[in-house]
């Protein structure tokens, strides 16, 4: 609308320009005719002064309110900005609590499922070695029944703390597998080394001295079972899961307060 005031109002400034020039060059006009024309051609050009003039402030009022209008959008923008940011920092830190056991400060089961997966199909692209470790405190049920349910939950959050501070790999991963059941996930890993560090595991665990008077070794111990396979087509993650769980079994019948490591997985 201001533009197309603007050009009527330019448009009449060039039609009295243009008259003026006409009414020059008309020799048949008096002095006097001339001059009254010419001074109703000054107020025809005054006014287009006066409305241009008009035009021109709200113009400037018009264009301050835009540069006001598209400051506040830029900074709703920013704030949306960091408040999307804010959100995302929170959603992640959601994220990661979910996955955390409540109790002991390791992963949780939902984690450890989701990881164990994730590794195992790293594997398979890689060809390459995944191990798991199952560890089951010993004679657990015992020391809740003795001491109370809180000295046991204590004695959990001991154990998770010991076995995050065991861990030297980013890749690998504590988990609280479930009830007395803890589990370790350590990729490419080969089972001379394996043993090795699953036997630091159950030392580390003894060497907290947890007392325990139903336990025939008088403290906090825990069987281990440990399992290793080569990540192939014709094997399944919870063929490592089981293979894992019967040596923890065999860890316990022989006597518990052991590392117990399955056979390799078949290839064949």
């Known amino acids: 609308m201001i533009k197309r005031n603007a050009e009527a109002i330019y448009a009449e400034e060039a039609a009295v320009a243009l008259e003026a020039a006409r009414i020059a060059d008309d020799p048949a006009l008096t002095l006097e005719a001339l001059r009254e024309k010419y001074r109703f051609l000054a107020r025809k050009y005054h006014y287009a002064i006066r409305q241009l003039v008009k035009l021109t402030s709200v113009s400037d009022m018009l ?4 540069l006001r209008a598209q400051d506040e959008l830029a900074r709703q923008n920013t704030e949306l900005e960091l408040a999307r940011a804010r959100l995302e920092q929170s959603n992640h830190l959601l994220r990661q609590l979910s996955y955390l056991d409540a109790l002991t400060g390791v992963a949780n089961r939902r984690r450890f499922n989701e990881y164990l997966d994730q590794e195992w199909r790293r ?20 020391l809740n029944d003795i001491a109370g349910h809180q000295q046991g939950d204590e004695c959990l959050r001991q154990v998770g703390e010991a076995l995050l501070a065991s861990i ?14 803890f589990a370790v996930i350590l990729p490419e890993s080969q089972s001379d080394w394996l043993m090795a560090f699953a036997e630091e595991i159950r030392a580390a665990i003894a060497d907290l001295k947890i007392p325990h008077q139903a336990s025939p070794y008088g403290i906090l111990t825990a069987s281990i079972g440990a399992a290793t396979a080569v990540a192939l087509d014709q094997h399944c993650v919870g063929d ?29």
């Open 63 to 66: 264009q301050g309110k835009l």
């Open 123 to 142: 594997a398979l692209r890689k060809g390459s070695t995944l191990s798991l470790l199952l560890l089951d405190i010993d004679y657990f049920k015992r």
């Open 168 to 181: 030297r790999r980013a890749g690998d991963l504590v988990a609280r597998y479930g009830g007395e059941e």
């Open 240 to 268: 490592l899961v089981s293979a894992a769980d019967k040596a923890l079994y065999a860890a316990k019948e022989a006597g518990r307060n052991r590392v117990s490591l399955a056979p390799a997985l078949s290839t064949g």
